[in-house]
């Protein structure tokens, strides 16, 4: 018999980190407003947010940050111009960043890591449980990963992470879980979690994606966590001691995502990413995928 815990309906959405594997480009515009396709990235996380009920959403910003705030704001001469035109195509496009959620805004100020940024959501969140989705990972609206999650962290409460199973030598390259099987296909028991680890010593090759459910015990835990990897404070050492000791805040469940993923923080992925969602439009696509299939057979 599963067990009923508070409805989730707050997001909270890092969006302080400098890119800067994407310099020049972002050395003015954020990269989270770097588009893909026709939107910008953050966009679509934002989306995916409140396609999943959640339409309280907490952005954590840093200097520089503005155009965040302004893209999610209504542009009245904007709109007045498209509506003298009778663009209402163009119009609608623009009004329904605006219209998509209650938006609020925090600076992290000093960026100390994802844990310290998660942190700074504590006065907004207070004592509910939270999601937490990092730009950089867009997932497929077909594939509802986070109304999964949060369906299991109200069945059993604490806090649950989305997990991905990849090749063994990428695993350095994420937070790593150890975990059990449960009774359901698509869920596991994670019993401890490592940042980054060699493919020698990681426990297992379940990588942590930028998706979480959290309870908000997390917050005490981060408030007594040390800076760890690259000196920062990392949200997987807090998972870490929740898993650990289920007193604390509840059990650390993982659910195991095989959809659709586009990585954007990465220059390679970032452009994949743009080739198949543009493939995949039913206004771009089909002439798209005819010359990209021109060009690969003349130029590859």
Not at 195 to 207: F, L, T, V
Not at 224 to 238: C, F, M, S, V, Y
Request: aromatic share 6%; with cysteine; glycine share 8%.
């Amino acid at each position: 018999m599963t067990q009923s815990h508070p409805r989730i309906t707050k997001a909270v959405i890092p969006a302080a980190g400098l890119g800067t594997r994407f310099l020049p480009a972002t050395k003015a515009t954020p990269k989270e407003m770097l588009p893909v396709v026709d939107k910008p990235a953050i966009q679509y996380v934002v989306e995916e947010a409140v396609s999943a009920g959640l339409d309280d959403v907490l952005m954590i910003t840093g200097r520089n940050k503005r155009p965040l705030e302004d893209h999610f704001d209504r542009n009245y001469e904007l709109e007045s111009a498209l509506q003298k035109k009778g663009d209402a195509a163009r119009l609608a496009k623009v009004q329904e960043s605006s219209d998509l959620a209650t938006m609020h805004y925090v600076r992290q100020g000093d960026p100390k890591g994802l844990g310290h940024a998660v942190l700074c959501a504590a006065p907004h969140v207070g004592q509910e449980p939270f999601a937490v989705l990092l730009g950089d990972d867009l997932i497929d609206p077909r594939d509802p990963l986070l109304k999964r999650m949060i369906e299991v962290q109200e069945q059993r409460g604490g806090s649950v992470i989305a997990l991905m199973e990849v090749e063994p030598e990428q695993i350095h390259l994420y937070g790593c879980a150890a975990v059990d099987l449960t009774e359901d296909a698509d869920v596991v028991k994670v019993h401890d979690l490592v940042e980054k680890p060699a493919a020698a010593d990681a426990p297992s090759n379940y990588a942590i994606i930028g998706r979480y459910v959290l309870d908000p015990h997390v917050f005490d835990i981060l408030r007594k966590t040390e800076p760890g990897r690259g000196g920062e404070i990392q949200l997987t050492d807090a998972l870490q001691q929740l898993a650990a000791d289920e007193k604390v805040g509840g059990p650390v469940h993982g659910v195991v995502f095989k959809g659709r993923r586009y990585d954007t923080g990465d220059r390679g992925d970032y452009l994949r990413a743009i080739v198949r969602l543009a493939c995949e439009r039913e206004d771009l696509g089909p002439d798209f995928r005819t010359w990209l299939r021109s060009y690969v057979a003349e130029e590859m």
